[in-house]
Every structure is written in C-alpha cells, then in structure tokens.
C-alpha cells in the first residue's frame, strides 16, 4: 500500500523581525546572523496567537487543499515542545475549532523537535496496518520557539506550525516506513523545565549531538538501504534550527561516504529547502516539514518520480533519518498555497516592539487577551483557568 503526505499546510505568526535589526541592537555583526547561522528573519507571535491557533491555522489550509471533510480524519495528532497546558492536549483545542468528528483518536506527542516525527511514523504504520479503515491522520507540528532575551540562542527563534494530511495512495510525498535509520541517545543539550517559558541549551554541545544523531541515523538507514548512495537522492531535508545547521549535516552525511568535496552537492541537493525557513526561523517539531514545504515550492528542478531524503532530530535526543517519493503534481499543489505572499504579508518589528511583545508573553496566560481579528484563529485569554480561542470552521 502507497502511504505518505496527501496535502499540507503551513501558519507562521502575523509578525516577525529582521535579524539584521536584531543585530544592530545587540552589537553583532549582522552578516553572524544573515550568513553565519543562515537566517534571516523570525516570526515572533503577539500574544491572541499561540501553538493552538498556529496548529489550527496550518490544519485549516492543510485540509482544504486536500478538500477533506472533518469525518475523513480518524487520527489528530499535534506534535508540540510549547504545549499550553499540562493535561489538556493542544490537539483538543484544534478539534474544537477545526469541527473534527468525536470518532476520532485526538492527542499530543513530544520528544523536543522530534514529536511531530514520531506522530507521522505512527499515522503511517496506523494507515498500512488497515486500523484506519480508510480514514485519514491529520498530524500538526506547532512551536513557539523561544530562548530569551539576550541570550545565545536568541537569533534562533521562531514561531510556525506544519499540518499534514496522511493518507493511502498520497498525492506530495509517498513515504517508506519500514527503512527507517533511529538513533536516541540520553543526552542535555536542549531541554526546557516545568517552571520555565524559555529554552535552556548547551548552543555548541547540542550542534554536536545533532551531527552524532545524523551519523547514526544514517548509518542505521544505510544498513537497511545498502544500495543507495547520497547521490540517489535529488534533494534532501534536513531539521533546521537555523540554515546552517542544516549545512553542517549535509557535510556529515557526504562525509559518511567519504565524499572528497562534501559541500559541492549543498546547492543541487538543499538549498532550496532553505528558502521559508531563512524567513521564519526555527519551528521546533515543523522546521524539518518547513524544509521540505520550501524543497517542493521553491525548487525550480522538477522532482516528480525522484526520491528525497528526510532528517529528523529533537534534543534529549531522538532522531530519524527516512526516504520518500515526490508525487507527480506535488510542486504545482504546493506552490498553490501562495506561502510566499503570506510571509510577505506579516508585520516587521522593531527592536522595542519586539522586546515588549517577549516581556508580555511572560503574562499572556493568566490575563485576557485583546484580539481585533474574528476571521481568523485567535487566543482570547484565560477565563476560570481555561484557555479560550475564537476562530472560523476548517
Ligand atoms: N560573519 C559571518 N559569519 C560569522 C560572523 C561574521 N561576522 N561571526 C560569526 N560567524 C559565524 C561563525 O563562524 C559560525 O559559523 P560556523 O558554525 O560555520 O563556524 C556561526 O557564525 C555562529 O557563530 P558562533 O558559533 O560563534 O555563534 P554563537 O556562539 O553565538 O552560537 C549557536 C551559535 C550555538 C547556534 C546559538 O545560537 C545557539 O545556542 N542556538 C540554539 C541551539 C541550536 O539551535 N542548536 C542546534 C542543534 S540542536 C537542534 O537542532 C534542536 C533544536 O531545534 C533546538
């Protein structure tokens, strides 16, 4: 049976900041940021949006460009590091405002970066396994990422989620399941504790524990898969805190094959995957399927037929490295989500507008938030300890 992703859709918060700003602000060169970490800009989220209404944004257009009715979905899943409640999982929120039916297996995953990875693997496995019946999985991967003002990590945040429809007979990528490279490790290179809203990481530790999880993952997938050669894939995506991590792990993995010139394939085989995320910054659990979004709208080679290769990784640490097939059409049905338009469309902050919107964060959860749009999903604050959101049906 022919599994993978059906259709997807992307939200990114309706701000961002330059990073070009943010480094004049903090004394840095800019080009450290622009080409020494690969990014751009970042999305920063004002307070009435969240990981919920990120999550529901992304599965509204995902659903639509696969013309799904909620009934067809038998499986959400939000894979999250930045859930908004101990218990409440956010995919409840997002089946409150998307309508989906009570038929219906609804809840959260987490491993760092990872979560959303190991919601797809499940829904894949769930579909060829003939439990699904004939239903679809919706899996959404939601973050805010946030390390803090002044810090190391600061030019590495970000804010957007990733939906994806996954179905039999999938008409953008079908995915193999069954050779897949893993590779955990208990490591501290990134974690985040019950008391605190921002991330807590060991920067240059957690670069090498993403090189060492790529190694072995892929290591892992090469033994299952011994014919194939980093030059059968026509592209590859990798998980990108920022651009040039992603850079590092493609020279990792040509290494692997002792590769003389491992950087020579970085333009052929990733750049165009770089695209969205140089605009958006790190996602957590959807930078690896933002990577892939911007592989299938931005590539100008046509990639219908060809096999591409994806890397997971989410600290702690969990990783994955697996393949897939580009389904004829995907890029026109990918482009036809005009992404482009919508990053063009946020609001550019500056430096004092965004270090306010940091500082009220720190209260958005327990006061009412003010919103000015209905039409679209928003969060409207916390009432009798309950978080409420508003929003249009999928
Ligand atoms: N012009 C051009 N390039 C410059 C420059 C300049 N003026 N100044 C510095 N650079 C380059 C450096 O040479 C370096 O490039 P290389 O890595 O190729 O050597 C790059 O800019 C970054 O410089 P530093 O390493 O000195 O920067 P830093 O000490 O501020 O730390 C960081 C960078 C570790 C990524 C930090 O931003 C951080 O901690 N980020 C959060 C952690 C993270 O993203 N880790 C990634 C792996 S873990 C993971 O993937 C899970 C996840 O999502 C969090």
Not at 55 to 81: F, N, Y
Not at 257 to 265: H, K, L, M, R
Not at 281 to 287: A, C, E, L
Request: neutral net charge.
């Amino acid at each position: 049976m022919k599994v993978g992703i059906d259709a997807l859709g992307v939200a990114v918060p309706s701000m961002c900041i330059d990073l070009e700003v943010l480094a004049k602000a903090r004394g840095v060169d800019p080009l450290k940021y622009l080409d020494g970490l690969g990014t751009w800009r970042m999305g920063v989220a004002p307070l009435d949006e969240d990981t919920v209404t990120l999550a529901a944004r992304a599965a509204s257009m995902a659903m639509k460009s696969a013309q799904a009715s909620p009934d067809e979905i038998g499986m959400l899943v939000v894979g999250t590091e930045t859930a908004v409640d101990h218990s409440k999982p956010v995919s409840s929120f997002v089946q409150g405002l998307l309508g989906i039916g009570t038929r219906c297996r609804v809840f959260e995953t987490k491993h760092a970066c990872y979560g959303g990875t190991a919601a797809l693997m499940m829904a894949l496995d769930w579909i060829r396994s003939g439990s699904a019946q004939g239903k679809k999985a919706l899996i959404v991967c939601s973050d805010i990422a946030r390390y803090g003002l002044k810090t190391a990590g600061e030019p590495t945040q970000g804010a957007g989620a990733v939906a994806l429809v996954v179905s039999a007979n999938p008409r953008l990528v079908e995915l193999d399941p069954s050779r897949t490279g893993q590779y955990a490790s208990d490591v501290h290179d990134f974690w985040r504790p019950l008391y605190s809203k921002d991330a807590f990481v060991d920067g240059h530790y957690s670069v090498q524990c993403y090189l060492d999880a790529i190694t072995g993952a892929y290591k892992h997938y090469k033994e299952l898969e011994p014919t194939v050669t980093a030059n059968d894939f026509a592209a590859l995506a990798y998980h990108v805190p920022y651009g040039k991590m992603a850079k590092k792990a493609h020279r990792q993995l040509r290494a692997l094959e002792n590769d003389p010139a491992p950087d020579a394939s970085f333009e052929t085989q990733v750049a165009a995957s770089l695209a969205l995320p140089a605009q958006v910054g790190n996602i957590y659990t959807g930078s690896l399927y933002l990577a892939l979004t911007s592989l299938l709208s931005t590539s100008a080679r046509p990639l219908d037929g060809q096999r591409i290769g994806l890397f997971s990784y989410g600290s702690g640490s969990c990783a994955e490295f697996f393949s897939g097939t580009v389904v004829a059409g995907a890029q026109e049905r990918v482009k036809a989500l005009g992404l482009q338009a919508m990053l063009d469309a946020r609001k550019k902050l500056s430096i004092d507008e965004y270090e306010a919107i940091m500082r009220a964060r720190e209260e958005a959860d327990v006061k009412p938030v003010e919103t000015k749009a209905a039409d679209d999903y928003r969060f409207l604050g916390v009432d009798s300890h309950k978080r409420t959101y508003v929003g249009p049906r999928a």
